[in-house]
């Protein structure tokens, strides 16, 4: 019939015929978009741990960075401004109990440096007096009516009585003529003859191995009962600067937080308040004072300072080996960072964390901390 069609016709129907099928919809059976989703979900099952470690990782590299520019920026500027500058580490909570909470690293805060204390009066001395002869120690006595500050602290009628938030505390260093510091160590007010009594460590600062230390020059002891001028030179007061909060998920790990290869001086303590965490950098870009445990005592460190920074979920003082790979503890995960800080320097290094097999604390901190050591020793950033 087509045939005797005039030919015109022919045409116009053939172009409908093929308008009709360019129209028709190209889809998938059903078949076809099962076996798409299915191959789809397999795919997502098997990469999405993948991304989620490597989601994880960079959140832990990310922070690590951060907290090593925020020390850097403390010892630059305590550099450049000639006087103490440190950084504050603050718990999630100062309980006096081992938790979570006060396991956990969650903020950073700068520390400015205030002036030296050198007593109310202009010609304030301070007395030596030896226990005995060629003691190692020796005990000091301030007038209280010249220095009214360390009365704070000392005196039971005062309302910071053997307080952190004295002006003038255990733990503040105490420099006399020669430039050497130590360690004040205030005892109590003596009314009766208007005193405050304090002892020093004429040996200290010490080294790791309990030997006197040769960064300080030589102090030559005065004779007994002579009175010399002092410098007291005050713990660091939080500054009004930008704090650092660390993003959702990331702390530091003070469980294994501490000094030298297989220290944990900063874990937190049962029965006493945990405060945070200082480490104050000097004019000289040192570090001049650090925490040495959990509940405010601050000395001169003897040894690298480690600091271990991972994941919340990984905070686990009372299971601290727990090697599940679901959620491991923070010294067992190998996405853990170390920070290392050099005392004799004050530079701040990230550092990776090795494979741990022990089971004991110091043990599994020489092992965990041995790629740390490598790298604090290889780096040669100054």
């Not at 994880?56 to 520019?69: G, H, N, P, W, Y």
């Not at 909570?93 to 006060?102: C, H, L």
């Not at 009594?197 to 191995?209: C, F, R, V």
């Amino acid at each position: 019939m087509n045939a005797l069609m005039p030919s015109s016709q022919r045409l116009n129907a053939a172009s409908r015929v093929a308008i009709t099928r360019r129209r028709l919809p190209n889809g998938f059976t059903l078949v076809e978009l099962l076996v798409v989703l299915t191959v789809f979900l397999i795919v997502t099952a098997v990469s999405l741990p993948t991304f989620r470690s490597l989601i994880s990782d960079q959140k832990v590299s990310q922070s690590s960075r951060t907290i090593v520019a925020y020390l850097s920026e403390a010892r630059s500027r305590a550099v450049a401004e000639g006087r103490y500058v440190g950084v504050r580490i603050d718990r999630l909570s100062s309980d006096a109990a081992v938790n979570f909470r006060t396991s956990a690293g969650v903020r950073l805060r700068q520390l400015v440096g205030v002036p030296p204390y050198t007593g109310e009066a202009a010609d304030a001395k301070v007395k030596f007096i030896y226990p005995t002869a060629g003691s190692t120690t020796a005990n000091l006595e301030f007038v209280g009516v010249d220095n009214q500050l360390l009365l704070l602290y000392t005196d039971t009628n005062s309302a910071l009585y053997d307080s952190l938030e004295a002006p003038i505390s255990d733990g503040d260093l105490i420099e006399f003529p020669g430039g050497r510091y130590f360690r004040l160590d205030l005892g109590t007010y003596v009314s009766a003859t208007d005193t405050v009594t304090a002892q020093i460590n004429l040996d200290s600062p010490l080294s790791a191995s309990g030997t006197p230390s040769s960064t300080f020059p030589v102090f030559h002891q005065p004779i007994n009962n002579a009175k010399m001028s002092y410098r007291i030179h005050r713990s660091p007061v939080v500054s009004t600067s930008q704090s650092i909060v660390f993003p959702r998920g990331i702390v530091i790990d003070t469980t294994y937080s501490g000094m030298g290869i297989d220290g944990n001086q900063l874990a937190a303590q049962g029965g006493a308040l945990n405060q945070p965490i200082d480490i104050v950098f000097g004019p000289d870009g040192r570090v001049e004072t650090v925490s040495v445990d959990a509940i405010g005592n601050r000395s001169v460190p003897t040894g690298l300072i480690f600091l271990c920074v991972g994941e919340s979920d990984g905070v686990q003082p009372a299971s601290p080996f727990n090697a599940d790979q679901r959620t491991p503890a923070n010294l067992m995960n190998l996405d853990s960072v170390w920070i290392v800080i050099n005392p004799a320097t004050g530079r701040s290094v990230v550092s990776p964390n090795a494979t741990v097999s022990s089971s004991t604390m110091p043990a599994a901190l020489r092992e965990a901390r041995s790629l740390a050591i490598l790298s604090d020793t290889l780096d040669s950033n100054p």
